[in-house]
Antibody, heavy 121, light 110 residues
């Protein structure tokens, strides 16, 4: 059974960097069969796709976040990570990681439970 | 305002059949597969329908998806109280070059 687990600080100060990790079990992310995505949900709002990473390090980002975003992968430790710089209160959200079936479609078949990140001083 | 629009809420009684719509344009629904996600209270979203009308293993046959031109629909038959939650459609947009979610529809089972 594939499982994903987000981890990272729950509180980040404005202008600083938000860093999260998604640890994957039950699947080897280095196999290259899937992509690995981050998705967020602002409090009481809908879902926003952030971006994905492939096993070889290739990425594709939401254009609205691209200038502040880095998603990376460690196939040996079986996790992938998100870094979002220069955060503001608008980045407060629940962040989910998900297994992504790739190409262009928003086809996420396994999700983490999500982690709330609050941006506040 | 979402590029892909859903009604904010729908409601129904147990056993009833309800439809949740998802409206877009030729640059998204009209030219891409539609996916549906169910988010029950305080849980992560779950894939419900993929590629317009395909159900993942384990999703009951009460849930079905369809698409016509630039609109898609999720139908839930035999509504149950445990279906109460939020439902999102999702699609690739060729013009914005991004994966988009609809604004979500809150389903209330009366």
């Amino acid at each position: 059974q594939v499982q994903l687990q987000e981890s990272g600080p729950g509180l980040v100060k404005p202008s600083q960097t938000l860093s999260l990790t998604c640890t994957v079990s039950g699947d080897a992310i280095g196999r290259g069969d899937f992509y690995w995505s981050w998705i967020r949900q602002h409090p009481g709002k809908g879902l926003e796709w952030i971006g994905y990473v492939y096993h070889n390090g290739n990425t594709y980002y939401n254009p609205s976040l691209k200038s502040r975003l880095t998603i990376s992968i460690d196939i040996f430790k079986n996790y992938f990570s998100l870094e979002l710089i220069s955060v503001t209160a608008a980045d407060t959200a629940v962040y989910y990681c998900a297994r992504d079936n790739g190409d262009y479609n928003p086809y996420f078949d396994y999700w983490g439970q999500g982690t709330l990140v609050t941006v506040s001083s | 305002q979402s590029v892909v629009t859903q009604p904010p809420s729908v409601s129904g009684t147990p056993g009833q059949r309800i439809t949740i719509s998802c409206s877009g344009s030729s640059s998204n629904i009209g030219s891409s597969y539609v996916f549906w996600y169910q988010q029950l209270p305080e849980t992560a979203p779950k894939l419900l329908i993929y590629r317009d009308n395909q159900r993942p293993s384990g999703v009951p046959g009460r849930f079905s998806g369809s698409k016509s031109a630039t609109s898609a629909s999720l139908v839930i038959s035999g509504l149950r109280s445990e279906d109460e939650g939020d439902y999102y459609c999702a699609v690739w947009d060729h013009s914005l070059v991004v994966r988009l979610f609809g604004g979500g529809t809150k389903l209330t089972v009366l």
